[in-house]
């Protein structure tokens, strides 16, 4: 119970709801990454390699840059294979109980996605001008226009997908960190009344037998001017 309610996710050893899983707004851009990603590498993997009519080895699309296509292909798989990875994470979530081991894959998500949202960046920026200069004699069937035009364009929407996610997990951590602060601090009132220790009535006239309280009494009841007199039979 020490996850209860912390980093976004309810008590752990609760029952999975997929319909509820879906509605989350990060299960829902995880899935809009995962389908960008698939799109940008089907693109350049497909359509991103062409040639002239006079040769036959094929350049890459993008101002015949290598490097370009490259890029794009590796940034598709691996934005795919993460995006799978956050949905699985996602699923196993709320069986987590521990507040660290949750504090810990949120700021992962925080890191991570931040991380993609930059790459994406960086990408559609590289895309965008590589395609900006490629010459016309590279490609005079205009072939596979499209597929790079949409796989700089699914760039481009990446870096808020991403983004949103980072945004999403960082709203998480804050509630999180609210949590456990509430958790650790909040004591309840009628458990606090019942552990105070009870006071006695009159305990200033009650104290030790070496203080000056229990003195003065014993001195009062003994006094053989108000007290017991001994008589001689």
């Given at each position: 119970?020490?996850?209860?309610?912390?980093?976004?996710?309810?008590?752990?050893?609760?029952?999975?709801?997929?319909?509820?899983?879906?509605?989350?707004?990060?299960?829902?851009?995880?899935?809009?990454s995962w389908l960008f990603s698939i799109v940008i590498f089907g693109c350049i993997a497909n359509e991103g390699y062409?040639?002239?009519?006079?040769?036959?080895?094929?350049?890459?699309?993008?101002?015949?840059?290598?490097?370009?296509?490259?890029?794009?292909?590796?940034?598709?798989?691996?934005?795919?294979?993460?995006?799978?990875?956050?949905?699985?994470?996602?699923?196993?979530?709320?069986?987590?109980?521990?507040?660290?081991?949750?504090?810990?894959?949120?700021?992962?998500?925080?890191?991570?996605?931040?991380?993609?949202?930059?790459?994406?960046?960086?990408?559609?920026?590289?895309?965008?001008?590589?395609?900006?200069?490629?010459?016309?004699?590279?490609?005079?069937?205009?072939?596979?226009?499209?597929?790079?035009?949409?796989?700089?364009?699914?760039?481009?929407?990446?870096?808020?997908?991403?983004?949103?996610?980072?945004?999403?997990?960082?709203?998480?951590?804050?509630?999180?960190?609210?949590?456990?602060?509430?958790?650790?601090?909040?004591?309840?009132?009628?458990?606090?009344?019942?552990?105070?220790?009870?006071t006695s009535f009159g305990g200033d006239d009650l104290e030790s037998p070496g203080g000056g309280g229990?003195?003065?009494?014993?001195?009062?009841?003994?006094?053989?001017?108000?007290?017991?007199?001994?008589?001689?039979?």
């Open positions: 119970m020490e996850g209860m309610q912390a980093y976004g996710a309810g008590k752990a050893g609760g029952a999975f709801d997929p319909v509820t899983f879906l509605q989350q707004p990060q299960t829902i851009l995880r899935i809009v062409i040639n002239r009519p006079s040769e036959v080895e094929e350049y890459c699309i993008f101002n015949r840059n290598q490097n370009a296509c490259n890029y794009g292909v590796f940034m598709g798989s691996m934005a795919f294979l993460c995006c799978v990875a956050f949905l699985a994470l996602d699923v196993y979530f709320p069986q987590i109980s521990s507040v660290k081991d949750r504090k810990k894959a949120v700021l992962a998500d925080i890191g991570i996605s931040a991380f993609w949202s930059f790459m994406w960046f960086v990408g559609f920026c590289f895309l965008a001008n590589q395609w900006q200069v490629t010459k016309q004699e590279d490609n005079p069937l205009r072939e596979g226009g499209d597929a790079a035009r949409a796989a700089i364009t699914f760039s481009f929407f990446s870096i808020f997908t991403w983004a949103g996610q980072s945004f999403l997990a960082f709203q998480r951590y804050k509630l999180g960190a609210d949590s456990a602060l509430f958790s650790h601090e909040y004591t309840d009132p009628s458990q606090d009344a019942a552990g105070a220790p009870y229990g003195q003065a009494n014993s001195d009062g009841a003994f006094d053989g001017s108000g007290g017991y007199q001994r008589q001689d039979y």
